[in-house]
T-cell receptor, first 115, second 113 residues
Framework: GNSVTQMEGPVTLSEEAFLTINCTYT??????LFWYVQYPGEGLQLLLK?????DKGSNKGFEATYRKETTSFHLEKGSVQVSDSAVYFC??????????????FGQGTILTVHP | DSGVTQTPKHLITATGQRVTLRCSPR?????VYWYQQSLDQGLQFLIQ???????AKGNILERFSAQQFPDLHSELNLSSLELGDSALYFC????????????FGQGTRLTVV
């Protein structure tokens, strides 16, 4: 079946540090890949997405590139801020069958950024 | 604001009881998904409805059921509640299509005591 594996957290960084959160996936077909962010006490918000190989999703300074050859979708940001502290989820949709849009999530990575 | 509304935000109930969680999708979205978020299981897909019909089932217990009404809002019914059912329940909606993105509500936090 489909699965998503994220690097284990929590991740603790100082403000302005470089961030990488690793994500790899297993899927049949050609999935779309997503990063969602969950701020404390809130629901999930879509951060960025990529729908085909070599696509780069970007938003709010975050980037991730869909690498089919390594089945990866690592999240990066060049300079994190305290306000980026949240839980980050990598996810995929199985672009086939009848479950359009159903998301398979990784376990989530807690990011804490200190001033 | 994602446009997806979930009620109630918090729910505390006793073991053995039954509760109903409600979700109103974004305007124009035909598909509704329910997810459960717990500390030990992470985010798990429960069930999907599209335009009133069940489309896909995930790790949903037999004690749980859902439906989507003609106005497209959805309800998740949880019965014979156990302590382990305590979790955050999210609803999401999307326009049904390949490679679509889902928009999430703020969730209902269920505490079973």
């Amino acid at each position: 079946g489909n699965s998503v594996t994220q690097m284990e957290g929590p991740v603790t960084l100082s403000e302005e540090a470089f961030l990488t959160i690793n994500c790899t996936y297993t899927a049949t077909g050609y999935p779309s890949l997503f990063w969602y962010v969950q701020y404390p006490g809130e629901g999930l918000q879509l951060l960025l997405k990529a729908t085909k190989a070599d696509d780069k999703g970007s938003n709010k300074g975050f980037e991730a590139t869909y690498r089919k050859e390594t089945t990866s979708f690592h999240l990066e940001k060049g300079s994190v801020q305290v306000s980026d502290s949240a839980v980050y989820f990598c996810a995929l949709t199985y672009a086939g069958g009848t479950s359009y849009g159903k998301l398979t999530f990784g376990q989530g990575t807690i990011l804490t950024v200190h001033p | 604001d994602s446009g997806v509304t979930q009620t109630p935000k918090h729910l505390i109930t006793a073991t053995g009881q039954r509760v109903t969680l409600r979700c109103s999708p974004r305007s124009g979205d035909l598909s509704v998904y329910w997810y459960q978020q717990s500390l030990d299981q992470g985010l798990q897909f429960l069930i999907q409805y599209y335009n009133g019909e069940e489309r896909a089932k995930g790790n949903i217990l037999e004690r749980f059921s859902a439906q989507q009404f003609p106005d497209l809002h959805s309800e998740l019914n949880l019965s014979s509640l156990e302590l382990g059912d305590s979790a955050l329940y999210f609803c999401a909606s999307s326009v049904i299509a390949e490679n679509t993105e889902a928009f999430f509500g703020q969730g209902t936090r269920l505490t079973v005591v």
